[in-house]
């Protein structure tokens, strides 16, 4: 897919509602928060530091964007999008402030950061300001991520830590680098939490309550993802759900 067609179909996500209309004031200055992330599945972990995000910096709006295929996990089984946007946009809807996007599902090809960033760079107004929300883990890879420096000069950086979790890491990797990032750290308590270990649970045939919203739960038993076993039907997990 060459540059232009890609921003037709940015612009035509934007039409039908996956993507916030902002900058409409050109003497208004407006802050999207991009919290990326592969969501296999999402959980209560991301839900927290977008909304955390939200207050602590002032954004307009959070838009949680699925990676499609994402680069740093091509040697992994990663369910389909469709699965994963639709978990997204469930755990979101009740949340005025936030929004699910198709934005990276829907691309062809690898899904790489620094492309999201340009095309949305391209159809926003300059007035509007991009915030990629991430994981304090994933962020210190961000130098090394493909076309880093687009990174640096696209958006600013917001590292979600879990409490007491060593930043020197992350700090050493843009001290060294040679790109000028801008990067805020937001310390989230519940990002004890990860995606992995619902995988897990799920295997072990074991609740997700209070992990992740009941209507994610509710989704991946009637889809039968991550190895959920048919007898859970009817479980405590799953009790007034009508999905």
């Known amino acids: 897919m060459d540059d232009t067609e890609a921003l037709r179909v940015a612009e035509a996500v934007v039409e039908r509602g996956d993507l916030p209309l902002l900058g409409r004031d050109p003497g208004e200055t407006y802050r999207m928060g991009i919290m990326g992330g592969t969501f296999d599945p999402i959980h209560n972990g991301h839900l927290v530091a977008a909304e955390q995000a939200f207050d602590d910096l002032c954004l307009d709006v959070v838009v949680f964007m699925p990676a499609g295929r994402p680069a740093f996990k091509q040697d992994k089984r990663v369910t389909s999008g469709e699965d994963r946007y639709a978990m997204t946009l469930l755990a979101t809807s009740d949340n005025p402030h936030f929004l699910a996007s198709r934005f990276e599902v829907d691309r062809e090809g690898i ?81 004890a939490i990860s995606s992995s270990y619902l995988r897990q649970r799920v295997e072990a045939d074991q609740s997700l309550r209070y992990l992740t919203p009941d209507q994610v739960t509710g989704y991946i038993h009637k889809h039968h993802l991550y190895g959920v076993r048919p007898k859970r039907y009817g479980s405590s997990d799953l009790e007034a759900q009508d999905l």
């Open 111 to 191: 899904t790489y950061t620094a492309d999201t960033l340009e095309q949305l760079s391209a159809i926003y107004p300059k007035n509007v300001e991009f915030y990629f929300i991430t994981g304090a883990d994933a962020i210190a890879e961000i130098v090394t991520w493909r076309d880093a420096s687009k990174i640096a000069r696209l958006a600013h950086l917001v590292g979600a830590t879990r409490p007491g979790y060593d930043l020197a890491h992350a700090r050493a990797a843009f001290e060294e680098s040679p790109y000028e990032f801008d990067v805020t750290y937001l310390e989230v308590p519940a990002l």
